[in-house]
């Protein structure tokens, strides 16, 4: 039987010659649990069992599914030891906690128990099959208390096979149990799951797994970073056998005079992206750096990391930052750097933009999953991803084209003029120097209203102001900017000035906009001029005049 966990072990070797060393056990096998308290992630089944058994209400059918590795089928062979346990004085009964001492328990454990029939359904699939244990099953145990089929990957029976069973199933002898294990639940027939008590087998978490995995470490005398032992545990997605055997590869790989087992050994094992460079190229995508993400995805294609691993990496990092932006508890395991980054990101980031991004980048990573060309793949989402970073985002476009308001279009690359004629080899022109950027963001505002009056009207109605230090702007988040208005600035100011302008939201107040400032200077100098002694004495006066309206003069620098 293949399945960790729970699992059957192999048959008994016979004894080693004299000299002869024992043969090396793979961590999967040697560390599989015998005991239901060693049992990790399923204490529902656990609890269930064990009710069970102390109230004589045990079932004559149990279906165990789940995905691999899980611990179905050796979840079955502890239920047998359980049933089946006298206790080492020999006087018990069924328990949920088997003594393993006891000849049941070791002939269990050995694979040598003549009541406990198992079966791999894969390879013993027809009827003539299930006609055996038909017959089989009429006869009392042995030596057992129950006579207990352990049916491996059920779902591979035949439907003949199926039919011929269900009539024991549903009335079989009182000495008989059927314990049934499979990955694939969806193939078994109704009518069989109608009389079975079904057990869904978890997937086990991240961190029970690491924790699990360093106390194998130190059983086997081996010292393991904990960042390595989190990666070998995110990578077995939930299956203890998995990341046993990703964990005894590793502990050959590794160099164990000089440390043990290192995140960085585990990484190239792996083939993984390291999550720096991940958080690196991320930043780049972000910043619209097209040669600069192409750059650095090709170093991590060199260093042998899988195209469709560095889009899988960068999901992952966006998922990990619209966690932190709704607030989800962060992971223990993850490292400092990483949850700074994140928490960094989501205050720049809203939820369309971040969902923008997922979409974009889970249709890449299908794409470069079945692309002939991976890495050309690979780099053509990244690029696409980039570009989408430009696009006006579709609610506000729709909310602004409701409105009526005019929409600027996104201005197309300039195209390649025409190379002249050779000429006489001459002195090349000196490039003109680029302009500086203006002191203040109003002057800026103030030097784009000559000729993008519409997009000088947006940031001087909606644009809060939090750092202005070029070639970089900060705005307040409180008052979110449309992802177009800035995409459009950007384009704006890398035209004027020839640099690309970095632009970005914070979480923070800002000052207020710049129609906020006019307004306010407006009323304080209107307030000046009832203020002042002329006015006043005029308003006595003639108590019906008004200041209908009033004009600040603009201060002459």
Not at 53 to 72: E, N, Q
Not at 134 to 145: F, G, K, L, N, Q
Not at 159 to 174: M, Y
Not at 413 to 436: D, L
Request: aromatic share 4%; glycine share 8%; charged share 25%.
């Amino acid at each position: 039987m293949s399945d960790f966990g729970l699992g059957l072990d192999e048959p008994p070797q016979p004894p080693s010659q004299l000299g002869r060393p024992e043969a090396y056990r793979v961590l999967a096998r040697k560390y599989r649990p015998q005991t239901f308290s060693a049992l990790i992630g399923q204490d529902a089944m656990v609890t269930t069992l064990g009710n069970a058994i102390k109230r004589d209400r045990i079932a004559h059918a149990f279906l165990l599914t789940g995905v691999r590795g899980v611990g179905k089928t050796s979840t079955a062979r502890l239920v047998a030891k359980a049933l089946n346990c006298i206790g080492p004085d020999g006087q018990g009964g069924p328990t949920i906690d088997p003594c393993g001492v006891c000849e049941p328990c070791r002939a269990i454990a050995e694979g040598r128990h003549i009541d406990v029939i198992e079966m791999d359904a894969a390879s013993h699939t027809g009827i003539d099959d299930i006609r055996e244990i038909i017959e089989a099953s009429r006869y009392a145990a042995v030596s057992a208390r129950f006579k207990i089929y352990i049916v491996d990957e059920v779902h591979m029976l035949s439907k003949a096979a199926f039919n011929g069973l269900l009539k024991t199933l549903e009335e079989p002898p009182a000495h008989v149990k059927f314990l049934f294990a499979t990955t694939e639940v969806n193939k078994v027939p109704v009518t069989v799951l109608s009389r079975c008590q079904r057990f869904d087998l978890r997937r086990i978490p991240a961190e029970l797994l690491a924790a699990h995995f360093g106390a194998v470490c130190e059983k086997e005398g081996v010292m393991a970073e904990p960042e390595a032992l989190a990666m070998i545990a995110r990578a077995a997605e939930g299956s203890a056998r998995d990341g046993l055997s990703i964990l005894d590869q590793a502990i050959a790989h590794a160099d164990l005079e000089g440390g043990g087992v290192g995140a960085a050994q585990v990484r190239e094992m792996l083939g993984l992206s390291d999550r720096g460079a991940v958080r690196d190229l991320l930043g780049l995508l972000l910043a619209g750096d097209a040669p600069g993400a192409l750059a650095a995805l090709r170093r991590q294609y060199d260093h042998g990391v899988d195209p469709a691993g560095v889009l899988r990496a960068l999901l992952e990092a966006v998922h990990g930052i619209t966690l932190v932006k709704v607030g989800a508890k962060a992971d223990a395991a993850q490292p400092a750097e990483e949850r700074d980054a994140y928490s960094e990101w989501s205050m720049r980031l809203g939820f369309p933009a971040l969902h923008r991004l997922w979409q974009l980048m889970l249709k890449g990573h299908d794409e470069v999953s079945r692309a002939a060309l991976p890495i050309e793949a690979a780099e053509m989402a990244l690029l696409r991803v980039i570009h989408a970073s430009s696009l006006p985002d579709p609610g506000e476009l729709a909310r602004r084209l409701a409105g009526g308001e005019a929409i600027a279009p996104i201005s197309a690359p300039a195209r390649p003029t025409e190379a002249p004629a050779p000429r006489a080899v001459q002195a090349e022109p000196e490039a003109p120097a680029r302009p500086a950027a203006p002191e203040s963001f109003a002057a800026l505002v103030e030097l784009l209203d000559d000729r993008n009056p519409a997009l000088a009207a947006r940031l001087v109605h909606g644009a809060r102001l939090v750092r202005y230090a070029p070639p970089e702007i900060v705005f307040s988040g409180a008052r979110p900017i449309a992802a177009d208005t800035l995409s459009e600035l950007a384009q704006v100011l890398k035209g004027r000035f020839g640099i690309a302008w970095k632009l970005s939201m914070l979480d923070a107040p800002g000052e207020p906009t710049i129609k906020e400032a006019m307004d306010a200077a407006r009323d304080a100098e209107r307030e000046a001029v009832l203020a002042s002694p002329l006015v006043r004495a005029a308003l006595d006066a003639f108590p019906d005049a008004e200041l209908e309206s009033w004009t600040p003069q603009r201060s002459v620098s």
